[in-house]
């Protein structure tokens, strides 16, 4: 250990200091929660560098390349009273000293600045069979569906909750699609997903003209489910960089990126009001993070094991989540009392054990009903008020990664390993089988 610390030492010595990839973290982990935009201590904003440059009642929080004369490090080393963070663990010696080596070298923001490989050119996807599912979405309206293929999306006509017809291919850049949401007024269409250890993508489509507004890439590694603001203005998805990202529909841009987990975030989702998000991670902990300046609030759970499925109800801040340990669980992101050690008094309730990991939860538009999938077995519809199972909908080879529940809640879809996407009245009757892609120079098959 002594090695790793005189290593880590060395690095930022020999090293330019990144304000976003090595001080950013530790501002967002130690200090946000004192020094957020909706709990600004001593008038200090650390949730931004504009917010740091800018500093607090007792000045400037750092003067560049003078580190001994920069409050954040006096705070910091205890030099200045109280030692920082308040109440906490001080930080050890070799992140004090990345502070100091970042203000020595000028205190520089490199926020904009994302080391990511140039996009491929985009290929065309021909099928000799159906790849996996990892997304599926229907429109507000429940007309359209969109399903993730390789390097494309795929939009469907939709009848009475069955996709009938395949409209529109909209091929991007990203080799796998895993998330895929709705505007409000079903106008745009946003896809998250990428290349694993090459790129993290955000795409904005057009839905009427089949256009792609926007395509970015902003990570080295893929990102995961994504969740749309009340009033569609914002994206919110995770990565496997274990980051947090908040996305402006309209500017087309990153807003803000969070790293409050210590592993891969694989759903994030915005509360009913759009001020609070929820995330998953494989670190186990579902957190409550601020949808504007993107710091930690609080977990939502008790940590059990890695957490991979994430919904919301859709009047309601409760939020269901499900993960290794095959037992979902319903919390409510409101505390009712402060938080203990190991605390759980937000949990509502807890449901039946799957019979394999959990993959894929949801909730149907009235909240009434939860759906979940596991990598092995049937998906599971229960009363979400009882826990009572209500039907078993049966039928698919291997794992389910994305669950949806048609706008009219009469009908529910489910997806994953095997390439079909199977719709199921809610007693657990299948109504069709489809597969969504076309494969070779025919049509969309149908089962």
């Known amino acids: 250990m002594r090695g790793l610390l005189l290593a880590i030492v060395c690095v930022a010595a020999t090293a330019q200091v990144s304000f976003q990839r090595d001080i950013q973290p530790v501002l967002t982990r130690q200090c946000a929660a004192c020094h957020q935009a909706s709990n600004l201590q001593s008038g200090l904003l650390a949730t931004s560098y504009e917010g740091l440059a800018k500093g607090g009642s007792k000045g400037p929080a750092f003067v560049a390349q003078k580190p001994e004369e920069s409050l954040l490090v006096r705070y910091l080393t205890g030099e200045q009273k109280p030692q920082?963070?308040?109440?906490?663990?001080?930080?050890?010696?070799?992140?004090?000293?990345?502070?100091?080596?970042?203000?020595?070298?000028?205190?520089?923001?490199?926020?904009?600045?994302?080391?990511?490989?140039?996009?491929?050119?985009?290929?065309?996807?021909?099928?000799?069979?159906?790849?996996?599912?990892?997304?599926?979405?229907?429109?507000?309206?429940?007309?359209?569906?969109?399903?993730?293929?390789?390097?494309?999306?795929?939009?469907?006509?939709?009848?009475?909750?069955?996709?009938?017809?395949?409209?529109?291919?909209?091929?991007?850049?990203?080799?796998?699609?895993?998330?895929?949401?709705?505007?409000?007024?079903?106008?745009?269409?946003?896809?998250?997903?990428?290349?694993?250890?090459?790129?993290?993508?955000?795409?904005?489509?057009?839905?009427?003209?089949?256009?792609?507004?926007?395509?970015?890439?902003?990570?080295?590694?893929?990102?995961?489910?994504?969740?749309?603001?009340?009033?569609?203005?914002?994206?919110?998805?995770?990565?496997?960089?274990?980051?947090?990202?908040?996305?402006?529909?309209?500017?087309?841009?990153?807003?803000?990126?969070?790293?409050?987990?210590?592993?891969?975030?694989?759903?994030?989702?915005?509360?009913?009001?759009?001020?609070?998000?929820?995330?998953?991670?494989?670190?186990?902990?579902?957190?409550?993070?601020?949808?504007?300046?993107g710091s930690f609030k609080e977990n939502v759970n008790l940590l059990r094991d890695t957490l991979v499925a994430l919904a919301r109800h859709p009047k309601r801040d409760w939020v269901l989540i499900g993960g290794q340990d095959r037992i979902p669980y319903l919390y409510r992101m409101d505390r009712p009392r402060a938080m203990r050690i190991a605390d759980d008094s937000t949990l509502i309730r807890q449901f039946a054990k799957q019979d394999a990991p959990i993959s894929a939860v949801a909730f149907s538009p009235d909240g009434s009903k939860i759906a979940v999938g596991a990598e092995v077995g049937d998906v599971r519809v229960y009363d979400a008020e009882t826990g009572d199972l209500v039907a078993a909908c049966k039928g698919h080879q291997g794992g389910i990664y994305a669950l949806q529940f048609h706008p009219a809640g009469k009908t529910l879809a489910a997806a994953g390993f095997d390439g079909t996407i199977r719709i199921f009245d809610l007693s657990g009757n299948l109504i069709t089988a489809y597969v969504p892609v076309p494969i070779g120079a025919g049509q969309v098959a149908s089962k």
């Open 84 to 293: 920082m963070p308040f109440g906490g663990k001080p930080l050890e010696p070799q992140e004090i000293d990345l502070f100091r080596a970042w203000i020595r070298e000028g205190a520089k923001d490199d926020t904009a600045a994302v080391a990511t490989k140039p996009l491929p050119p985009a290929p065309v996807p021909v099928y000799k069979q159906s790849p996996l599912i990892t997304a599926i979405a229907y429109s507000p309206d429940g007309t359209l569906m969109a399903v993730s293929g390789y390097h494309e999306i795929l939009l469907h006509k939709v009848d009475e909750g069955k996709p009938v017809q395949l409209l529109a291919r909209l091929p991007g850049h990203a080799m796998r699609i895993h998330g895929l949401a709705f505007s409000q007024d079903g106008k745009t269409l946003l896809a998250t997903g990428g290349d694993p250890a090459q790129a993290g993508i955000v795409q904005v489509w057009d839905v009427a003209s089949r256009t792609l507004r926007t395509e970015e890439n902003l990570a080295t590694d893929t990102f995961f489910g994504v969740s749309l603001s009340p009033d569609s203005t914002r994206a919110a998805f995770g990565g496997a960089d274990k980051s947090i990202r908040i996305y402006d529909i309209a500017a087309g841009k990153q807003i803000r990126k969070a790293d409050n987990h210590e592993d891969w975030v694989f759903a994030v989702i915005f509360g009913v009001d759009g001020k609070r998000l929820v995330s998953v991670s494989r670190d186990r902990a579902a957190k409550l993070s601020d949808a504007d300046s």
